[in-house]
């Protein structure tokens, strides 16, 4: 079982910052893919952003060139660092843990981040 605890979360000005972070239970970066999602009011989750084991990183159209996802393994955690950010990028940001080879999708319970003047 595999526990993920997002935090940093906050409300925040458009074009301001943040720093989300994703703290996992035990080493699992070698093993899983992590990313972040969201989910606004109304609408489906969607992927954010993701990097694999193996360091590949993906990004949605959307936060590309304003978003960077990064990880650190020797503290279990993953970071989403969030820049240049518009009232559209309001939801709640979900920290995921995923390994294919078993199957196995962990979620964190997520955090609101909001963008408005």
């Known amino acids: 079982q595999v526990q993920l605890v997002e935090s940093g979360g906050g409300l925040v000005q458009p074009g301001g910052s943040l720093t989300l972070s994703c703290a996992a239970s035990?080493?699992?970066?070698?093993?899983?893919?992590m990313g972040w999602y969201r989910q606004a009011p109304g609408k489906q989750r969607e992927l954010v952003a993701s990097?694999?084991?193996?360091?590949?990183?993906n990004y949605a159209d959307s936060v590309k060139g304003r978003f960077t996802i990064s990880g650190d393994n020797a503290k279990n955690t993953v970071y989403l660092q969030m820049n240049d950010l518009k009232p559209e990028d309001t939801a709640v940001y979900y920290c995921?843990?995923?390994?294919?080879?078993?199957?196995?999708?962990?979620w964190g319970q997520g955090t609101q981040v909001t963008v408005s003047s």
């Open positions: 990097i694999t084991s193996g360091g590949s990183i």
């Open positions: 035990g080493s699992i970066f070698s093993r899983y893919a």
């Open positions: 995921n843990a995923r390994r294919v080879v078993t199957m196995s999708n962990y």
